[in-house]
């Protein structure tokens, strides 16, 4: 018995602690992921969870039960511990999804956490998504184990052998295929797809002259400008006559060819003309020595995508004051996580003999 249910079935106003925890169970519902909408579904109109006794509430400080929807993050469990402790006494905590339960399709990333190990968690609700009827039936089930101190599942499946009923079960064959590395091509040309962008082509090599190598159509819409990373920062002021923003920065980790490629995708809301277009200047830099000019006093929304590429992949952006601070991930993170000579979690496999 856990000791919130030990709580509830103490002392002689047991009966009406249950009773009273039972039917006021007001979760807190810590939505990380796409459970959240299935949540919403079992309290929406269509399913009335509030009918079982159960009404979702946003504060915890005044909540007895935590429903986390979804993912875990080694971030977002600062704020999962942080939630619980809050609450007061006696509380419960539920968890929805593949992704809270074993990791669901996250399950080897470097930044998952299972719930169950930052709090307590009294019922998990299976499913990718989890249905609306799973939910309340959770609810039902935490209903009944603050009522009779047994907690319980609410389904099970028979065993069958199947060494009895057909062939001995094998170790299924490796899902990974190792394929022969290309070469990485971030500029290749599909003019035959926006053929009028050859106009638009012209005024941005005219603006660029020789600091840029290549000036190239890679799709309707789309445009690449490969440059050295010396010229990056004056490729950029020229640029930002065309381009009001950044809208992303990107890292392509090219082990075998011992590189990073840098992007930057630029894209503008105040210049009508160019408004549908996306603009990708592209650079190299040596992998070992992973260091660019920081674009972030030209375009200031740099700044922060910047600092995420120098989390995730150890990138130094020479001139952002955030290079060497972590904001992204948590502390206990390992370092440069999207590398790709960081080695993740793999399947494991067995037989029938558990070998």
Not at 255 to 260: C, D, K, R, Y
Not at 280 to 293: G, L, V
Not at 330 to 347: G, I, V
Request: proline share 7%; aromatic share 10%.
């Amino acid at each position: 018995m856990s000791e919130m249910v030990r709580f509830l079935h103490s002392g002689p106003l047991a009966p009406i602690k249950r009773w009273g925890t039972k039917w006021s169970l007001w979760p807190v519902h810590l939505v990380t992921a796409c459970c959240g909408v299935e949540l919403a579904h079992a309290y929406a109109s269509g399913y009335d969870g509030e009918r079982l006794g159960s009404l979702n509430y946003g504060i915890s400080r005044q909540t007895n039960l935590i429903i986390v929807e979804g993912a875990i993050t080694r971030k977002m469990a600062r704020i999962l511990k942080m939630t619980y402790e809050q609450m007061p006494d006696p509380k419960f905590v539920m968890v929805m999804g593949a992704c809270g339960l074993k990791g669901g399709l996250f399950w080897n990333g470097y930044h998952m956490v299972k719930p169950s190990d930052v709090v307590p968690v009294d019922f998990f609700i299976p499913g990718c998504p989890p249905t609306p009827e799973a939910m309340l039936r959770g609810i039902r089930e935490l209903q009944e184990k603050i009522w009779s101190g047994e907690p319980r599942n609410s389904i099970s499946f028979n065993k069958i052998d199947m060494l009895r009923i057909g062939s001995p079960r094998l170790a299924p064959p490796s899902p990974k295929k190792i394929a022969k590395t290309p070469l990485v091509k971030v500029n290749v040309d599909r003019s035959e797809k926006w053929k009028e962008g050859g106009i638009i082509v012209k005024e941005v090599s005219d603006l660029l002259g020789e600091l840029a190598s290549s000036v190239t159509i890679t799709g309707r819409n789309r445009i690449c400008v490969f440059v050295e990373s010396e010229n990056a920062v004056e490729v950029a002021k020229r640029l930002s006559r065309l381009f009001d923003h950044v809208k992303s920065v990107n890292v392509i980790d090219v082990p075998h060819e011992s590189s990073f490629i840098i992007e930057y995708v630029f894209s503008s809301y105040s210049n009508k003309k160019y408004m549908p277009i996306l603009l990708t200047m592209a650079s190299r830099i040596d992998r070992e020595e992973a260091k660019f000019p920081s674009l972030a006093e030209i375009f200031p929304s740099a700044d922060y995508l910047e600092r995420e590429m120098h989390d995730l992949f150890g990138v130094w952006f020479e001139g952002n004051p955030g290079m060497g601070v972590r904001f992204l991930i948590a502390p206990d993170t390992p370092e440069n996580p999207l590398r790709k000579d960081f080695r993740l979690e793999e399947e494991v496999y067995t037989g029938g003999d558990g070998r």
